[in-house]
């Protein structure tokens, strides 16, 4: 048998597999998605889904915790788009700071922003960026932003983004992704880049 007819058999045996586990698939919910690692694109990713989301004329909000810069593309194009909700709600990075206090108060500030959104059943998609940094630092009481999490609306999804995230956090998950740190241009003295970066 050439290789085109191998091919050809194997295609149509993978299809009909998929097509398989396609057809089982038959539940609709509200996902929660975590995506952690130490590698670049996790927030990437996340706003991604955004416009993915507001591509289907969804309603989508977007927390932005730990970071304080307000002037990164994302955020330039999507606070023009009228179903985008876009908060900044840190004061910079944790070595930035120095300062445990103020970054709890600043966490607690913000996570009531998270939980208006997560309340809000007109939501369809709930962007909580860097949260894993809160868990982790213990700046937020892990249980109660897992049950904010959890008591939201059935069909509304949530995206968590952010390092180290918590065996707690990925439990409840239904999607998790780690994205793996390979290579990066930081490390031999590259700059953050406009439109890759920031």
């Known amino acids: ?24 698939a038959d539940k609709e919910k509200g996902l929660l998605l ?14 991604g889904m955004v416009a993915r989301a507001l591509g289907h004329g969804m ?8 970071k304080s810069r307000t002037d990164t593309g994302e955020e330039a ?3 023009k788009h009228e179903n985008c909700d876009w908060h900044v709600l840190g004061d910079g990075f944790t070595w930035d700071t120095q300062d445990r206090t103020q970054d709890i108060a600043t966490s607690e500030k913000g996570w009531a922003v998270a939980q208006n959104m997560l309340s809000d059943s007109s939501y369809d998609l709930v962007v ?4 894993t940094y809160l868990l982790s630092y213990k700046y937020l009481e892990e249980s109660q932003v897992l049950a904010d999490i959890k008591s939201r609306s059935p069909m509304q999804h949530v995206v968590v983004t952010g390092r180290g995230a918590t065996s707690e956090l990925i439990g409840n998950a239904d999607t998790v992704s780690e994205i793996a740190d390979v290579k990066h241009a930081y490390r031999d ?3 953050a880049q406009k439109g890759i970066d920031l």
């Open 1 to 24: 048998m050439d290789k085109d007819k191998r091919h050809t058999k194997r295609m149509k045996s993978k299809k009909s597999v998929i097509d398989a586990n396609i057809k089982k």
């Open 34 to 47: 975590v995506l952690t690692g130490n590698g670049k694109g996790k927030s990437s990713s996340a706003f």
């Open 59 to 66: 309603k989508v909000g977007v927390c932005q915790f730990i």
């Open 77 to 79: 194009f999507f606070n």
């Open 128 to 131: 909580l960026d860097e949260l």
């Open 189 to 191: 003295g590259i700059q």
